[in-house]
């Protein structure tokens, strides 16, 4: 597999810093398997992360959102207390942390635990500078005419 070095580009760029650190994280060899998930586009501009966390309660789930990272984290009780002797233990239920990397302007809606999956919802919120606006031209005689800008 091939390494990219980006130290190069750090150098004769400014502001772009965020983008070579997620192409350094995504070009790493760190493949997580474990718990899967699924992404998928709701609407048109909303989404859902469901991941697959059978045997995590609630209160065994944290999930952050900060700086454009979503971090969801599970850590098992320890089920020792329980008395029970395991023969197999085909059940994952090891701690796990996966981290998703958002979109400008995509904020976390809501997160649901139903049925073993949590589901993670997120909305794509535009801000008013960003939307398409209606911009009046003046004429040389004085009348305005106006052009709709198209939507993007």
């Known amino acids: 597999m091939r390494t990219f070095d ?19 994280a995504a070009s790493s060899n760190e493949a997580q398997s ?11 501009n909303a989404y859902r992360i469901t991941m697959a966390v059978a045997g995590f309660a609630e209160n ?10 979503l971090t969801v984290k599970g850590e098992k009780a320890d089920d020792k207390a329980e008395g029970a002797e395991f023969l197999y ?21 809501g997160a649901t635990l139903q049925n073993g999956l949590l589901h993670v919802d997120l909305v794509r ?9 209606r ?5 040389a005689n004085g009348n305005a005419k106006a052009i709709e800008t198209a939507a993007a």
């Open 34 to 44: 474990y718990p899967p998930y699924n992404i998928e586009r709701t609407g048109e």
């Open 135 to 139: 911009i009046e031209i003046a004429t």
């Open 89 to 109: 233990r085909g059940i994952a239920g090891r701690a796990f942390e996966r981290r998703f990397q958002l979109a400008e302007h995509v904020e976390v809606r």
């Open 6 to 24: 980006f130290a190069p580009l750090y150098r004769s760029t400014v502001g772009f810093d965020r983008l070579f650190s997620m192409l350094d």
């Open 125 to 133: 919120v535009i801000p008013e500078a960003m939307k398409p606006r």
């Open 60 to 69: 065994e789930l944290s999930i952050e959102s900060r700086e454009n990272t």
